[in-house]
């Protein structure tokens, strides 16, 4: 009897299910870093990890395999640096990564690192009789084929005291050279002096007459030399690969111009300055010299021939406004502060949602498809005052010091909105109501290929309307598990696409992306919504 319960026993205990596994409590990133042109391993690369807000580092070894022990589960941006090589994220294209997933279930013992091989352009910058030229600014712009423009590639650098300068770390593509410079000899005078009662002059320029021979300035040169920038040299860099790029400096006479009509008012002061934008992005400023003349009229000196803007700015107790006054210039000109057309009185009020006083004073910025801009600071009860403004298209923002606050409605007598612009059709005065919204929304995800998370993936989402694409418009790549987050988006309609290898792609053209609006995911985001999607890859269209 006592056998036969004991094999009951062990029958029983036999029968039994094993034990579920218990899932680790910490995890590993292991991969290889290899070249992303040869595909042969890097040897002794740094390896770092994020680990809350603490950087881990390693060094892979003779085979480029590295490791992460002891890691919770979630999230880690994963970079890597070597000698020879551009220091970069984990699948990075341009300010977007691949964050490496952890957790019970995901793959993350077999990343692929691939490390581009830095390409280098360096030169040497002289002055007409070649010597060499110190403390140049020197600006580095790669082509960027989503928006059509040049784009900022590195932080600028000056030239040494042998006038040569040197741009490391790049990755390979098409970059421009620009630079700006000053005569050290050059002074900028005036040629109608202030009574010493009457006035000053600004940037350091006191009270000095023009001089034919010091008042010259160099104009802003593009690689190999030349000053428009359409004219400007490609450099197209491989993996890889040194470029020099030498550039001469010529001087030039500088320009002097009169400016009519400013509006004035002993209480509050005129302050003006210049600038040049290069490649549709940079806006150089250029130390000029100005001087009242009579009222309302002013002299300005310093400035070089071609396409210049004028930021004409006043402030007292109620508050700093200004405005922008574009022009071709030569030497001689007269621009009309006023303009040649009509202009209207704009003024207004801002309105915060909670219809409260404003705690900090916000500014308001109108921007024209002329680039001529408008800026207002507001008053505690969000009211402004621009002044006269020129007939056209302005859009309107509003920095109120606070990322979850938006424009939502204008409203206006005098004029026309349409969104967030607003169009100044005739001479008079314009009222503008600006309502502001509160609350962004924010959509997640994960990226799908033929059923499976892919990661790597360009995640686009654009206003369905159309309009305000690069403002509206939200960017990320997926992570290895396939996730994604668009953050900060405006409440409204848009298209969520995922299109694969997209990174190249000129999705600000809406021609280049019709079609994969066409098959975009429909989303309405309401304030402070988080909305949860799986999205499906599209193939890029050759």
């Known amino acids: 009897m006592k056998r036969l319960i004991l094999i009951l026993a062990v029958l029983l205990v036999t029968d ?66 070597a000698q020879g090589y551009i220091r970069e994220g984990y699948n990075q294209h341009g300010a977007y990564s691949t964050a490496v997933a952890v957790g019970s279930g995901l793959d993350s013992g077999h990343v692929l690192f691939r490390l581009h091989q830095q390409a280098v352009i360096h030169g040497r910058v002289m002055d007409e009789r070649g010597d060499a030229v110190r403390h140049v600014q020197v600006f580095l712009f790669a082509a960027n084929t989503t928006t059509g423009h040049a ?11 042998l006038g040569e300068y040197r741009f490391a770390h790049l990755l390979p593509g098409k ?26 002059v600004f940037l350091g320029h006191s009270n000095v007459k023009a001089d034919s021979l010091l008042d010259s300035i160099y104009p802003i040169t593009f690689y190999p030399g030349v000053t428009n920038e359409r004219s400007a040299a490609e450099l197209n860099l491989t993996a890889g690969e040194t470029e ?20 004035s008012d002993e209480k509050d002061p005129i302050n003006i300055s210049a600038n040049q934008k290069v490649f549709g992005t940079l806006q150089l400023a250029w130390p000029a010299a100005y001087s009242q003349i009579a009222p309302g009229e002013y002299e300005i000196a310093g400035l070089p021939p071609g396409e210049v803007a004028l930021i004409v700015s006043r402030g007292g107790n109620q508050g700093r406004s200004s405005q922008t006054i574009k022009a071709d210039v030569t030497e001689g000109d007269t621009l009309n502060a006023a303009g040649t057309g009509a202009t209207a009185n704009v003024s207004g009020r801002v309105i915060v949602p909670d219809g409260a006083t404003l705690a900090e004073r916000g500014q308001l910025t109108l921007v024209s498809d002329e680039d001529q801009n408008a800026i207002a600071e507001l008053l505690n009860d969000g009211t402004f005052s621009l002044g006269p403004l020129r007939v056209g298209t302005y859009k309107v923002s509003v920095n109120l010091h606070s990322n979850e606050q938006y424009v939502r409605k204008i409203s206006a007598s005098g004029a026309k909105t349409f969104g967030r612009q607003v169009t100044i059709e005739r001479a008079g005065e314009v009222q503008l109501n600006i309502m502001m919204g509160k609350g962004l929304g924010q959509v997640g995800g994960v990226v799908q290929l033929e059923g499976k998370p892919a990661a790597g993936v360009m995640v686009l989402m654009v206003p369905e309307s159309g309009e305000n694409l690069e403002e509206d418009s939200r960017i990320d790549q997926s992570d290895s598990d396939g996730t994604f987050t668009l953050g900060n988006t405006l409440p409204g309609k848009y298209l969520l696409m995922a299109i694969e290898d997209g990174w190249e792609l000129e999705w600000t053209n809406s021609s280049v992306l019709k079609p994969y609006r066409e098959k975009g995911q429909m989303l309405r985001i309401a304030p402070e919504e ?3 999607v799986t999205v499906q890859v599209q193939r890029t269209i050759k």
Do not use: M
Request: net charge neutral; glycine share 6%.
């Open 244 to 263: 020099e790029a030498n550039v001469q400096l010529q001087a030039i006479p500088a320009v002097h111009l009169r400016l009519t009509n400013v509006p």
């Open 16 to 81: 039994q299910p094993p034990a579920a596994q218990q899932p680790p409590s910490t995890y590993r990133i292991a991969g290889v870093v290899v070249d992303a042109v040869t595909g042969a391993p890097v040897p002794h690369a740094g390896v770092s990890v994020w680990v809350k807000n603490e950087e881990r580092k390693t060094i892979a070894n003779e085979d480029g395999r590295f490791r992460f022990e002891e890691l919770e589960a979630g999230k880690y941006a994963l970079y890597v640096a």
């Open 151 to 161: 784009g900022f590639a590195a932080a600028p650098t000056q030239t040494d005291d």
């Open 175 to 200: 970059y421009y050279v620009a630079l700006q410079a000053h005569p050290w000899y050059a002074q900028s005078g005036l040629r109608h002096l202030p009574e010493p009662q009457q006035g000053n």
């Open 530 to 532: 988080t909305k949860k």
